[in-house]
């Protein structure tokens, strides 16, 4: 059994899933990005690490970019928010929080909270191993992923476990991150309240519009209507859904009916001009514009592409 290849694109924009097992709470995955296409602004429970083969793209990590390269390593979080451009292959391992609670060290609490330092630099000096460890541990978990020896669940588990302790090292440098959460603000209320709490609650907002946004798709929704919906004023709601996706809403909103759009180009045999009434385009004519801009392919493009 070979590891999963998804296909290159469009990713979900919220996953939520069971990785693994409880042996082993984790997905190996090889994943890539086309020329011209986006990895659409997504999060999620799990935490990630990706580490780019070959090629280079535009990575937008909460809203802030940056150019990753061959050799660079990205240590995504849960909740972190992000999106990548370009095109570039890269291994991606998603881990479940809990596969380090057997021994007393949270997996959340080792990856970096400073998004700055969750882009480990190939060409930066690796004081604390922590780009070595990745360049050479990764491939070898695909390998083991590939392969399927007899014992290789420990085999991989013992490699992240080298990753963790790298993780700690690159906590303890001093030009490193802070393991754990920033100091707590003041909220309004007098109430100290933590980043941590802080971003979960802004994520529960998000996840209650795109609930919506997937129930109502065919109908218009202007950025007013959707401030309504989490009772924010509309100048508010456009700067806190800039701050958090990296892109204003209504970009994002045509982003997420093409996206929808080509998950039935690839799985219906439904025309371009039914598709677009299913997706809130008003003709097959501005669906097709608005997938070559947003997607840098056309829906008859796509299609082909997966016949």
Not at 157 to 185: F, H, K, S, T
Not at 207 to 233: G, W
Not at 249 to 255: G, I, M, V
Not at 279 to 293: I, K
Request: proline share 5%.
């Amino acid at each position: 059994m070979e590891i999963e290849t998804p296909e290159p694109g469009t990713k979900p924009f919220y996953q939520e899933e069971t990785l693994g097992d409880a042996l082993l709470p984790v997905k190996m995955l090889r994943g890539g990005v086309l020329a011209g296409r986006l990895v659409a602004p997504h999060w999620h429970t799990f935490m990630e690490i990706l580490y780019f083969l070959e090629g280079g793209v535009e990575l937008t990590l909460n809203a802030t970019r940056y150019q990753i390269t061959a050799g660079d390593a990205v240590l995504l979080n849960g909740m972190d928010i992000h999106a990548m451009k370009g095109e570039a292959s890269f291994l991606v391992l998603e881990i479940a929080p809990g596969l380090t609670d057997d021994i007393r060290m949270p997996l959340r609490e080792l990856f970096p909270s400073d998004d700055a330092c969750k882009v480990v630099r190939a060409r930066e000096n690796d004081r604390t191993g922590m780009q070595s460890t990745l360049a050479e541990q990764m491939p070898a978990i695909a390998d083991a992923f590939d392969t399927r020896t007899p014992g290789y669940e420990l085999d991989i588990r013992g490699r992240i476990y080298l990753i963790a302790a790298a993780l700690v090292r690159y906590a303890a440098e001093p030009a490193g991150p802070v393991a754990g959460e920033r100091p707590a603000r003041q909220h309004s209320e007098g109430r100290r309240v933590s980043d941590g709490e802080i971003r979960r609650r802004d994520i529960a907002r998000l996840e209650d519009l795109l609930a919506y946004l997937r129930e109502h798709i065919r109908e218009p929704l202007t950025s007013r209507e959707a401030a309504r919906l989490l009772n924010y004023d509309e100048s508010y709601f456009c700067r806190f859904f800039k701050r958090m996706m990296g892109m204003p809403f209504q970009r994002y909103l045509t982003l997420f009916r093409c996206a929808r759009a080509e998950e039935l180009l690839r799985g219906t045999s439904l025309s371009v001009a039914e598709i677009a009434r299913h997706t809130g385009f008003s003709s097959g004519s501005h669906l097709t514009a608005s997938d070559r801009r947003c997607m840098g392919v056309t829906p008859a493009e796509e299609r082909a592409g997966r016949a």
